[in-house]
């Protein structure tokens, strides 16, 4: 399953939730309801949601899993026979 870019799935959600309170703030604003529902149905699409509350969740879970991996490398270096300089965590063989 091809997964979408993590940034932009960030960047999204910064967006769904900016249009979130702008809505909230001015219901009467059609312009934001609509920007807000777009973006909503951008999320599902993305993460393969049917509705945009269970999109936002799944983007959410995606985006902190992303954040948890990267600190976890970063408190503890990459995994045991890494190939210097690549990040793909890929062991190194000897040469026979």
């Given at each position: 399953?091809l997964l979408?870019?993590?940034d932009?799935?960030?960047r999204?959600l910064?967006r769904?939730r900016?249009?979130?309170?702008?809505?909230?703030?001015?219901?009467a604003d059609?312009?934001a309801?609509g920007?807000?529902e777009?973006t909503?149905?951008?999320l599902?699409?993305?993460?393969?949601?049917?509705?945009?509350?269970?999109?936002?969740?799944?983007a959410?879970?995606y985006?902190?899993?992303?954040?948890?991996?990267?600190?976890?490398?970063?408190?503890?270096?990459?995994?045991?026979?890494?190939i210097?300089?690549h990040s793909?965590?890929?062991?190194v063989?000897?040469?026979?």
């Amino acid at each position: 399953m091809l997964l979408p870019a993590k940034d932009e799935v960030a960047r999204l959600l910064e967006r769904y939730r900016a249009w979130e309170r702008m809505m909230l703030a001015a219901p009467a604003d059609h312009g934001a309801r609509g920007n807000f529902e777009d973006t909503g149905y951008t999320l599902c699409v993305l993460m393969g949601k049917r509705c945009a509350r269970e999109a936002v969740q799944a983007a959410e879970r995606y985006v902190s899993a992303t954040s948890a991996r990267r600190r976890e490398r970063a408190r503890y270096g990459p995994p045991i026979g890494a190939i210097p300089g690549h990040s793909d965590g890929l062991a190194v063989s000897p040469a026979t």
